[in-house]
């Protein structure tokens, strides 16, 4: 049977058909991904009104795609106070906020008390507004510095009050490029291991890939299948959101970008390859919008959101510093053909727009 043939009764493709995925013509791709996409999600395009907050940018480790982390190359580090952080939430708070993604670097300093009181004080003061916060490499970070398990500091997270895992730290799972591009940190097995401790526990999650960088085609297939399995068994997945490398300051040398042509592949494959995992998230701040736009339909059903301010991409090249206004998020999907339904973080639907 073809791939073509296979795809068209649903059947699953195991390796050796996906990489071919990407000898398929770009439009074949975009008709495939987009009809699972409409049998899936019909027109809508889900988006969340969000705030990122990234607190410090102080990090052990030195991961030589990310120009954030306060290094050779970013000379400011800096570290939040509670107060300021929760004096952000308290304004975003103001612009109708249904969720703050937290994510640190690693910061040896400040003490596990630090990363994790803020979670409980969110909490206390915002009860309605959903925690997104610690990634996998942030949760295998404390564990080493702190001498606990997983499921230790998996618990402290939800007696904290986080109510989900962002898919953050995943990178690229084969072992040889992951050495090359950030060697030293949770290992790719830790990260999805982590991931099903959390599932397990009964809470949701992402998973992210980094790609455009290094690594090769057969990377990419690879990543997806080792997340489609973990999928199998637990379930616990929201969102795939494959993130674009951005390439300045910091230690890789990649001089190009990939062609939106290979990025609309890539995110029509995971459509196509992901069959248990609901939601393709085009996240603007690193696929660009306009690409993020015609992503729609090459299989994504979601942008993410408004962020109203955007740190890690951002120090790497990224237009996303200041987010984006509602009113225009709402008008672009709108625009380019589809429906905005604005969600809550567990892919609840809140409002159509
Ligand atoms: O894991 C770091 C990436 C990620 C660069 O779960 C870079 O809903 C591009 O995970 N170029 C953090 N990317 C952000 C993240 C995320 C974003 C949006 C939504 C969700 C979600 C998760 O940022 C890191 C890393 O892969 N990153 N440096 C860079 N130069």
């Known amino acids: 049977m073809s791939i073509l043939e296979k795809i068209e009764k649903r059947q699953r493709l195991e390796y050796d058909d996906a990489i071919k995925l990407y000898d ?48 050779r190359k970013n000379p400011n580090p800096y570290t939040m106070s509670h107060e300021q952080i929760l004096e952000i939430v308290k304004n975003s708070s103001k612009n109708g906020i249904k969720e703050v993604h937290i994510v640190s670097a690693h910061n040896p300093d ?15 003061q915002f009860p309605d507004i959903h925690v997104k916060a610690l990634t996998a490499a942030e949760v295998h970070f404390l564990s080493k510095q ?12 939800i007696e904290s009050g986080v109510d989900s895992m962002p898919g953050g730290g995943a990178e690229i799972f084969d072992e040889k490029v992951r ?4 060697g030293g940190k949770v290992t790719s097995q830790q990260w999805l291991d982590i991931h099903k401790l959390w599932h397990k526990s009964g809470h949701e999650s992402n998973a992210t890939m980094l790609f455009g960088h290094v690594e090769q ?16 068994e637990t379930q616990g997945f929201n969102a ?13 040398r990649v001089k190009e970008f990939l062609t939106g042509q290979e990025i609309l592949k890539t995110m029509a494959i995971s ?44 120090a790497a ?7 984006m206004p509602l009113e225009q998020f709402v008008d672009l999907i709108k625009n380019s053909g589809f429906t905005p339904v604005e969600r809550d973080s567990l892919y609840n639907e809140i409002k159509f727009w």
């Open 24 to 71: 398929l013509d770009l439009f074949d791709l975009a008709s495939i991904a987009n009809e699972i996409r409409k049998e899936k999600h019909q027109d809508k395009t889900y988006f969340n009104i969000n705030r990122h907050i990234n607190p410090t940018n102080v990090c052990k480790d030195v991961c030589a795609f990310c120009a954030y982390s306060a290094s």
């Open 317 to 323: 090249g990224a237009k996303s510093a200041n987010g």
């Open 179 to 182: 050495k090359r591009v950030c």
């Open 217 to 232: 085609r057969e990377h990419r297939i690879d990543h997806m299948l080792r997340l489609r399995k973990l999928q199998d």
């Open 240 to 252: 795939f959101i494959p993130l674009v490398y951005q390439k300045e300051n910091n230690y890789l």
């Open 271 to 314: 459509r196509i390859l992901l069959d248990n995992i609901p939601h393709i998230k085009a996240y603007w701040v690193t696929s660009t919008v306009k690409l993020a736009l015609l992503a729609q339909e090459f299989g994504a059903n979601d942008l993410d959101g408004t962020i109203e301010k955007e740190s890690i991409q951002s």
């Open 146 to 157: 702190y001498n606990l398990t997983y499921e230790e500091i998996i618990n402290k997270m």
């Open 110 to 124: 400040t003490g596990l008390k630090w990363y994790l009181d803020i979670f409980r004080k969110i909490k206390e």
